[in-house]
């Protein structure tokens, strides 16, 4: 209760000065100007009374800034104050961060605007402060209303060029003092202000004494960490030398490995030349027996020059056998190009272990690196050891010079801060590259299973070798089985020159009975073919030509009849098509037709 009517108190001070003094001045104010210094630190202080704790991997952490950043959620306006805030590089911790927020607030003139939304929402700022903290209490309101009244000053704040975030507030009590005394006469409450600042210094004094023992402790805790890393360090190296030994091991495993494969690829060079010697000399048995084939087809084509068609038929089987004998090479070459892969892959199981031993050089520097690495440590925790003294001394003079001793406390908590990260992450790169060592003996052990596969697949191309030579043992029956279609032929063509026989003479009956039609033909064509001009009625009916009734010629008799008369149409020898014929030649024909076939 007293902290929050101290701070309460010190902050009407603050207000009511900066107030006067802008107004006296007549001008924007900067912020080196000493009475907004001091109400941004009495703000600071308000905001940051009553905050949880936040425990993080360095420490314990209190920022204000939490809060704040609530606004951009509750008021959209204020969106642009938490864009520029984050895009200012300078700004590295949250408290540079509230600060910067602060200043662009009251640029803005919107300061007690953006603290009444947070105030109306009291449920989300319990998150951040405890029950009995100044903003949850009824003096949050009236601070509020205290920060209405500056919305009369006009503030032009530069924030590129200072530094927020290693800023010590402190309050200076010299301008309230001041001010206190010139206005004695006038008011009567000064003296109580007075003794509220009192009571605010001290308790600032028990909050210092506080935080150096904090500082101590965490002294005791960085003291324990370190004899931690140096275990953890040294169990790291052992770790190493036994990773060496199994790379050593596994670098014996890989020219194992490799003499067996090249025992295995002369074995199967040898095989190869063996199945090709033997694939040459049914390949010559092949021959002759396509030759004496060749010969008995020649003899036949001398005997039998009437069955060309049949003979035909024999060349396409004799491109098939050429089609056939084509294939048998390109397996040939095929199995040419399995060796020359198997060579391939030899030579890369060389370019493999190559790589293996560029790598086991590359984790013998990498050792050399860590070893250096280690030396470093220790020469940090020296220097550790060393500043851990000086800040003793330093605590005897705290109570000396208070304000020096903040400043210098902040920056070995910084310092300790950013060793300590350091630290840990030398210790993750450390279990990185564990891990990569790791890594690479699993990729040793999968090539090697690999070579062994690699070794299962030559196995297998040699039994498909075998299995292409019985595939040739097969052909041979095939070639056995084609002579005896061939006799099958031979018997077929005799059957079908009987045939061509009878052909024959059904053919020379039907060119007799041709040459009757063509004697019954000429004797039809001796009949003129009479003119349009000649005939002015139809030969059979006798009716009289006009529009409707028109002329036509029939292709037998010649003479011209009328459409009824002539309706009939016929195939004729001299016309490959049916043409117009009169009735009388229809039945004619017909007759002759019916006759010729009986």
């Keep these: 209760m007293e902290e929050r009517a101290n701070l309460m108190n010190m902050m009407k ?28 630190v009495v703000l600071e202080h308000c905001l940051k009374h009553g905050l949880k704790v936040k425990k993080t991997f360095i420490g314990q952490n209190k920022s204000f800034f939490g809060p704040l950043e609530l606004v951009e959620k509750l008021c959209p306006e204020a969106s642009d104050i938490a864009t520029s805030v984050k895009n200012l590089p300078e700004l590295k911790t949250a408290v540079g961060r509230g600060r910067a927020w602060l200043y662009l607030a009251l640029m803005q003139k919107k300061l007690a605007d953006y603290l009444k939304v947070l105030l109306d929402h009291k449920h989300l700022l319990s998150e951040f402060y405890e029950p009995d903290a100044l903003m949850m209490e009824e003096e949050g309101a009236v601070i ?45 409450g000064g003296i109580t202000a007075v003794l509220d600042q009192k009571h605010y210094v001290e308790e600032l004094n028990r909050h ?65 030349k063996v199945e090709l010697d033997t694939y040459k000399q049914s390949r010559q048995g092949l021959d002759e027996m396509y030759s004496d084939v060749w010969k008995q087809l020649k003899e036949e084509k001398k005997i039998r020059l009437e069955l ?17 004998m084509k294939l048998l090479e390109k397996d040939t070459h095929e199995k040419q190009d399995t060796l020359v892969a198997l060579r391939q ?66 920056k070995m908590k910084q310092e300790l801060a950013g060793r300590l990260d350091t630290c840990r992450q030398q210790m993750s790169q450390l279990d990185s590259k564990c891990s990569t060592l790791e890594k690479e003996l699993k990729s040793e052990k999968e090539q090697r299973q690999t070579l ?23 052909l041979k029956k095939e070639l ?33 009975k041709m040459e009757d039609i063509k004697e019954v033909n000429k004797a039809l064509k001796g009949h003129t073919w009479l003119k349009d ?63 010729n076939s009986s």
């Design 345 to 410: 892959q030899l030579e890369e199981v060389k370019a493999i272990n190559l790589q293996m031993f560029h790598k086991s050089q590359n984790a013998e520097c990498s050792l050399q690196q860590k070893t250096e690495a280690i030396s470093s440590f220790e020469g940090k925790t020296n220097e550790m050891l060393s500043s851990m003294k000086q800040m003793e001394e330093r605590l005897q003079h705290a109570e000396k010079a208070r304000q020096t001793a903040e400043e210098r406390c902040n």
């Design 13 to 40: 001070l603050s207000i009511k000065i900066l107030i006067q003094s802008a107004l006296s001045l007549g001008r924007t104010l900067d912020s080196d100007f000493p009475p907004l210094q001091q109400f941004f």
């Design 533 to 595: 001009d000649e005939a002015t009625h139809c030969k059979q009916c006798e009716k009289e030509f006009s529009i409707s009734r028109r002329k036509h010629h029939c292709r037998n008799c010649g003479d011209i009849f009328c459409n009824t008369c002539s309706s009939n149409e016929l195939a004729l020898p001299s016309y490959p098509k049916p043409v117009r014929v009169c009735d009388t030649c229809h039945t004619l024909l017909l007759q002759r037709c019916s006759s």
């Design 144 to 188: 509020v209303g205290l920060l209405v009244g500056l919305n009369v000053i006009d503030a032009n704040l530069c924030l590129k060029g200072e530094d927020l975030d290693s800023q010590v507030g402190v309050i200076d009590f010299s301008l309230y003092l001041k001010e206190t005394q010139d206005s004695d006469g006038k008011q009567d």
């Design 208 to 272: 210092l004494s506080c935080t150096v023992a904090d500082l101590q402790n965490k002294i005791d805790c960085l003291e324990k960490t370190n004899s931690k890393l140096q275990e953890e360090l040294a169990a790291a190296t052992d770790r190493i030398g036994s990773l060496q030994e199994e790379q050593q091991q596994l670098k014996q495993q890989n020219e194992l490995i490799r003499e067996r494969s090249e025992k295995s690829v002369e074995v199967t060079k040898e095989d190869t």
């Design 452 to 474: 062994q596969r690699e070794l299962h697949q030559e196995k297998d191309a040699t039994t498909l070798l075998k299995t292409e030579l019985q595939q040739m043992e097969g």
């Design 308 to 324: 060309e068609k049949e003979l035909e038929l024999q060349i396409g089987m004799k491109t098939e056998m050429e089609i056939a």
């Design 480 to 512: 056995r089985k084609l002579q005896d279609e061939k006799q099958q032929l031979e018997k077929v063509c005799e059957e079908q020159e009987q045939a061509l026989q009878e052909m024959g003479l059904h053919l020379s009956q039907s060119k007799l």
